[in-house]
C-alpha cells in the first residue's frame, strides 16, 4: 500500500487540504474593492464606494460638462441622495467645441476636517485630454445619509489639479 502512487498522492492532497484550511484561519482577510468605469463618444459612467455600505455612480456628460453623482438610499431603493458640478470651469480653454474628457475613480481615506465637511472614500478624477489637465472631486458624504428618507441634493467639491502633460498639442 506505501509503494501506491495513489496512496501518496491521496495523503499529499489530505496533507494540504488540512494546512491549507488552518493557514486560512489565521490569514487576514483582506476586502477587495472593485469599481466600474466606461466611456464612450461624449458620455462617461463609473462607480465608487462612499463607505463601507454604499456606492454612488457618476455620470459625466461631455457636451455641457455636468457631473453628476447618485447614491441609493438603503431604505427606500431609490437614489435619493444627489451631486451635480460642472467641470468646464475647471479646465483651461481649448478653443474645442468637443473636450475630451476621461474619468475614472480612486479609493482614499482623506482626514476628516470638521470646519471642511466629511468627504466618502471615493474620489473622483476627470481629465481633459486637449488640456492635459486632471482635476480630483471629493463627495461631501455622512454615512447616515444612506438611509435618511429625507432626499439630498449637494455639489462635488474640487480638491486638487494636476497638470500631467506640460506640452501643449493641437486640437484633434
Known sequence: MWNSKLTWLVLGLAAGLVVGLNVAGLW???????????????FAICTGPMD????????????????????????????????????????????????????????TNIRQVVAAGQLGNAVVYVAEVTSGQMVAYGVPWVPGRASSPIPFKGTLIPLDRWPYRTTAIRNP
Do not use: C, W
Request: cysteine-free; charged content about 20%.
Open 28 to 42: 487576514p482577510q483582506v476586502p477587495l474593492h472593485a469599481v466600474a468605469t466606461h466611456g464612450q463618444d461624449n
Open 52 to 107: 463601507s455600505d454604499v456606492e454612488a455612480v457618476f455620470v459625466l456628460d461631455f457636451v455641457t460638462g455636468d457631473l453628476k453623482a447618485a447614491a441609493l438610499n438603503v431604505q427606500t431603493r431609490r437614489f435619493n441622495t444627489l451631486f451635480e458640478y460642472n467641470v468646464v470651469r475647471d479646465f483651461p480653454a481649448t478653443n474645442t467645441k468637443n473636450p475630451h474628457y476621461r474619468m475614472v475613480t480612486g479609493i
